[in-house]
């Protein structure tokens, strides 16, 4: 599976913008940049995902840079309710995902 | 939509007993399902991938007689923690995948304590 490099831990007031970045530099053709959260004792929760082409949705968007080597989540304005640790993983689809360390994201009131 | 239920979601059992743990997708047809556990401060770790109707692929490491998985129907994925230790207290999570450009569904995972 291609390594990916996050921040073990960031911090952020609420109501302001977060991003988050992920470093890639092994990544393959074939592999999609998926980023799940996870808040404490729940199962990981679905953010966003892609391949080249940046990508909005309503939680989150995501930039990939133009030699895919890095990305970055970006939170349009965080509350409290997205302080979670936050998983970048690299793999191709219907592959499984395995999980990194993630960073820790902490937002203030 | 896009929603996995996993069943139950805490569960303390005595040592040498077996605990059965389901996962279902409500609203779609999961091709695929995983398994994970999560020990304390620690991060997600895949243990299994199981398709419907054929066997499950078990990460190295894992035993497979211990770990028992069915993956009987396109809704239905259990996992059976047989003679059960307190080493295997931890956090098992599901997750579903309805296969092309969708995303994975995790369940809400169950907290297993063997005492």
């Known amino acids: 599976d291609a390594k990916t490099t996050q921040p073990n831990s960031m911090e952020s007031n609420e109501e302001e913008p977060v991003h988050l970045p992920c470093n890639h530099s092994?990544?393959?053709?074939?592999?999609?940049i998926h980023w799940y959260r996870q808040l404490p004792s729940q199962g990981p929760e679905y953010v966003i995902h892609?391949?080249?082409s940046n990508v909005n949705n309503r939680m989150a968007s995501l930039a990939i840079a133009e030699d895919r080597k890095s990305s970055t989540l970006i939170l349009h304005r965080a509350t409290l309710r997205d302080a979670a640790v936050y998983y970048c993983?690299?793999?191709?689809?219907?592959?499984?995902?395995?999980f990194g360390k993630g960073t820790r994201l902490s937002v203030i009131a | 939509g896009a929603v996995v239920s996993q069943h139950p979601s805490w569960v303390i059992c005595k040592s040498g007993t077996s605990v059965k743990i389901e996962c279902r997708s409500l609203?779609?047809?999961?091709?695929?399902m995983f398994w994970y556990r999560q020990f304390p401060k620690q991060s997600l770790m895949l243990m299994a991938t199981?398709?419907?109707?054929?066997?499950?692929?078990?990460e190295q490491g894992v035993e497979k007689d211990k770990f028992l998985i069915n993956h009987a129907s396109l809704t239905l994925s259990t996992l059976t923690v047989t003679s059960a230790h307190p080493e295997d207290s931890s956090f098992y999570i599901c997750?579903?995948?309805?296969?092309?450009?969708?995303?994975?569904?995790f369940g809400s995972g169950t907290r297993l304590t063997v005492v």
């Open positions: 997750s579903a995948s309805r296969g092309g450009s969708y995303g994975y569904t």
């Open positions: 092994t990544i393959s053709g074939t592999d999609y």
């Open positions: 892609g391949l080249t």
């Open positions: 993983i690299l793999t191709p689809l219907n592959t499984p995902l395995v």
């Open positions: 609203d779609f047809q999961a091709t695929t």
């Open positions: 199981s398709n419907e109707g054929s066997k499950a692929t078990y």
